[in-house]
């Protein structure tokens, strides 16, 4: 994790700590240009010419979230710069084109997908709860911005999809089936609904518990039964402390009531932070 030393020494102009923040948002940058370089629009150039086009947008995309990067929001410089990163890419990708998404929903996306951490499955899901009025999205509409952003340049393009005789369905007829269940409209069951959406929450809570420590993580795991830990519970439903501190060797069972309350306040603030910064630059 970048310190917050490094991250302000970078911003008045070192050049070790410009050095530093960049080779930490590499990984981000290749993986976004990975990403777009089979899928690109705007240029002929060959795979890898045009891979290192789209890493050097990247670069400068980092360059640039340090000037508006401000620590005293609580966000990490890695999540801050993670939405620019992509959005330059995926402009520089395609020409700028919103390919039937408006840019107020690639940016929510964006946001959502920098908050979990690249899972673009968890953000999918977030887009349609956290985000405040305005920006929050229906199912339908952030499993087509996700789409959308992952590469399928228009509602003509091949959705990924496949009809009865091994063809290509387009996006735009994708969209009769928005949770890509497989199934015909007619066919959805509730069932169905609810196994996607507990899909969603699952990845999500995944995504989520990423951003603390493993022991904190590892508590509500325990308390809320998340894999690959079992569901530690008394049987009125409330946690079992006392059976969570004997796995994880904690001497007192107030002290995990103490570490639970902890972390979930973070992941709150996490949440409450992303949906205000949406709000801001909406303003």
């Known amino acids: 994790m970048l310190s917050h030393a490094l991250i302000c020494a970078a911003q008045n102009q070192d050049a070790d700590a410009v050095a530093a923040v960049l080779e930490a948002a590499e990984p981000y940058v290749r993986e976004a240009a990975a990403r777009h370089v089979g899928t690109a629009a705007v240029s002929s150039?060959?795979?890898?010419?045009?891979?290192?086009?789209?890493?050097?947008?990247?670069?400068?995309?980092?360059?640039?979230a340090l000037g508006t990067y401000r620590p005293d929001k609580g966000a990490q410089y890695t999540t801050h710069?993670?939405?620019?990163?992509?959005?330059?890419?995926?402009?520089?990708?395609?020409?700028?084109?919103?390919?039937?998404?408006t840019a107020d929903q690639r940016a929510t996306f964006l946001r959502c997908l920098g908050v979990v951490g690249g899972d673009w499955e968890a953000a999918e899901y977030l887009c349609t709860v956290l985000p405040g009025d305005?920006?929050?999205?229906?199912?339908?509409?952030?499993?087509?911005?996700?789409?959308?952003?992952?590469?399928?340049?228009?509602?003509?393009?091949?959705?990924?999809?496949?009809g009865a005789?091994?063809?290509?369905?387009?996006?735009?007829?994708?969209?009769?089936?928005?949770?890509?269940?497989?199934?015909?409209?007619?066919?959805i069951e509730a069932r169905d609904l609810d196994k996607r959406q507990r899909t969603q929450r699952i990845a999500l809570a995944h995504a989520l518990l990423a951003t603390v420590d493993d022991r904190k993580a590892q508590v509500l795991r325990l308390t809320y039964g998340i894999a690959p830990d079992p569901h530690l519970a008394n049987e009125d439903g409330s946690p079992d402390n006392a059976a969570i501190a004997d796995?994880?060797?904690?001497?007192?069972?107030?002290?995990?009531?103490?570490?639970?309350?902890?972390?979930?306040?973070?992941?709150?603030?996490?949440a409450e932070r992303v949906s205000e910064e949406l709000e801001d630059e909406a303003a």
């Open 134 to 162: 305005g920006h929050r999205m229906s199912a339908e509409t952030a499993g087509h911005v996700r789409r959308v952003m992952q590469g399928t340049d228009s509602l003509d393009a091949p959705a990924g999809a496949r």
């Open 165 to 187: 005789e091994g063809e290509t369905i387009p996006l735009v007829e994708s969209l009769a089936d928005p949770y890509r269940l497989g199934l015909p409209d007619d066919l």
């Open 247 to 270: 796995v994880m060797g904690i001497d007192r069972a107030n002290t995990v009531a103490v570490m639970r309350t902890r972390t979930l306040a973070k992941l709150r603030a996490v």
């Open 45 to 64: 150039a060959g795979h890898a010419d045009l891979f290192e086009e789209l890493c050097q947008e990247g670069r400068l995309a980092a360059l640039e």
């Open 81 to 101: 710069a993670y939405r620019r990163i992509h959005m330059r890419i995926y402009e520089a990708a395609n020409g700028g084109a919103d390919n039937g998404a």
